[in-house]
């Protein structure tokens, strides 16, 4: 049999990565410009303190965030448009990611599942509502990617970004420095040994966090205990379930501990219960809003490559659906 020479071979990645680009790039610029001109409506948040010119609050790790959201030149109000162009490219570069995982070149429907994904309430209220944290995940997905392709130096300029732009940043920062880690040092042991070393180091996570948290419990008490009101209805229900399903799903499926995005994911489901543990409802679902796509794409790898399409097209179909029903839009003006 002859053999199909090296650059053949990576052919389509690099077609399928150039039109992408191009397609990632018009659909950021348009849906930026439609989002700051307001076609979309605002957030609430934006009416409390985003709409303003250039502020600077809260600590060292909020205050670029604000800054960056409330950018304004010559009374031109810019962060808006900046927010929403950052969070939809990187967006299209984490599906097309996924997408490139699964040997999946099919621009069109590439194109259909990007276009619906940032319609998702996940995306459309981190781009004039939850804007500081829009801006975080945005990086931390770029951390995720960078982590991936082993391009360590990205990772550290992409993560320092994202820890100055809002508080939740050095959680899910931490949680991926410490996947790439523990990837590195587990790389030679069998998949049995992985699985068992990977459970006992999240649940150390959990306990650390736990006890760290009900430690400083006092630092957040003015907003624990306080009902979930991410959009409308109480999610930390269906936030338990993914997490610990996917969990349970690494002793059935070695892809789920195959690289550091999936172990992070699965290091996340870990942590994250410490915070819901303390009562910290709140937080959880915003970080649970943070992680969702990405947990989405991830849960899409165990299947073979016709079954991720019809589930990726169902899945973010119905979070559409979701985001509609719960009012995302209507609470928007």
Known sequence: MTEVPLYDKFQPINNYNLLSNILILFVATTFAFLVGSGFYGYGSDFYVAYYKSNLVWGSIFDRYG???ATFTVLNTHLGVHI???????????????????????SIIFFIFIYIISIHTWPIIMSTSNAMRQGLAMSFMFLALI???HKKYIWMLIFSFVAIFMHKSG????????????????LAKFSYKSKLFLH?????????ISFIYLSINILEYQFIAGMPSKIIHSDFRWA????????IILAFFF??????PINITLFYYSFISQSILMNGLNWEYERLGMMMLIPYILSYGMILNRPS??????????????????????????
């Open 239 to 246: 936030f338990i379930i993914i997490s610990i399903l996917y």
């Open 199 to 207: 459970l006992m180091f999240g649940l150390a996570l959990l306990t």
């Open 83 to 105: 927010v929403t162009f950052i969070l939809t490219v990187t967006v299209g570069l984490l599906l097309r990611e996924f997408s490139i995982f699964k040997r999946e070149y």
């Open 66 to 68: 604000y800054f960056v």
């Open 170 to 185: 050095i959680v899910l920062i931490a949680i991926i420095f410490f996947s790439v880690f523990s990837n590195y040092i």
């Open 146 to 148: 960078t982590s991936y």
């Open 254 to 259: 070695e892809k789920i501990l195959e690289n």
């Open 308 to 333: 991720y399409k019809i589930y990726l097209i169902i899945i973010f179909l119905f979070l559409l659906f979701l985001t509609i029903y719960q009012g995302m839009y209507a609470s928007f003006k």
